[in-house]
T-cell receptor
Framework: RKEVEQDPGPFNVPEGATVAFNCTYS??????FFWYRQDCRKEPKLLMS???SGNEDGRFTAQLNRASQYISLLIRDSKLSDSATYLC???????????FGTGTKLQVIP | NAGVTQTPKFRVLKTGQSMTLLCAQD?????MYWYRQDPGMGLRLIHY???????AKGEVPDGYNVSRLKKQNFLLGLESAAPSQTSVYFC????????????FGPGTRLLVL
């Protein structure tokens, strides 16, 4: 089983739709969780960290479910500019050990 | 404030040739990383450094060497390039403690023929 797994998609959604992605992790001792956004042929950029209590940033909501070992990202009112690949990242063990998922591709359609 | 920069942006090598990829950051970060990204494989850590003068192996270190002689620079070397090293290479950096966000450079696309 991979340490961090994501559905590669693509998720094709119309503008204005709500879409959710999940990311599962295998190490129950994982400590920190993140969502990164990566545009085509660009570098990953941090979208948001995921806290135990969940967190929201505008149209984006991230949640952590430790019991089932997954994190989620919810995007409301999708915009064309949200089209990108969304990578989850999980820190386990030492500070430097961050494992990235392979990403979920989102395409928002007019 | 340029953040993390990488040179070159693109390179074509022949099998057996060597090259060095340069990563520079101006954020005074202690930690620096080299990743490779391949389709379907995600980002895989090659080597990392927790401070000037230190390096350590990541998930896929074979065929690569690194050096961190200055805090702001992290070099990735390919001594004898192989087609399997065709990839996009990203450098990243982060603060030592507390903040774990990794800031990525724009990437280097390497094609080994």
């Amino acid at each position: 089983r991979k340490e961090v797994e994501q559905d590669p998609g693509p998720f094709n959604v119309p503008e204005g739709a709500t879409v959710a992605f999940n990311c599962t992790y295998s190490n129950s001792a994982s400590q920190s969780f993140f969502w990164y956004r990566q545009d085509c042929r660009k570098e990953p950029k941090l979208l948001m960290s995921v806290y135990s209590s969940g967190n929201e940033d505008g149209r984006f909501t991230a949640q952590l479910n430790r019991a089932s070992q997954y994190i989620s990202l919810l995007i409301r009112d999708s915009k064309l500019s949200d089209s990108a690949t969304y990578l989850c990242a999980v820190r386990s063990g030492g500070y430097q050990k961050v494992t990235f998922g392979t990403g979920t591709k989102l395409q928002v359609i007019p | 404030n340029a953040g993390v920069t990488q040179t070159p942006k693109f390179r074509v090598l022949k099998t057996g040739q060597s090259m060095t990829l340069l990563c520079a950051q101006d954020m005074n970060h202690e930690y620096m990383y080299w990743y490779r990204q391949d389709p379907g494989m995600g980002l895989r850590l090659i080597h990392y450094s927790v401070g000037e003068g230190t390096t350590a192996k990541g998930e896929v270190p074979d065929g690569y060497n690194v050096s961190r002689l200055k805090k702001q620079n992290f070099l990735l070397g390919l001594e004898s390039a192989a087609p399997s090293q065709t990839s996009v290479y990203f450098c990243a950096s982060s603060y030592r403690a507390g903040q774990e966000t990794q800031y990525f450079g724009p990437g280097t696309r390497l094609l080994v023929l």
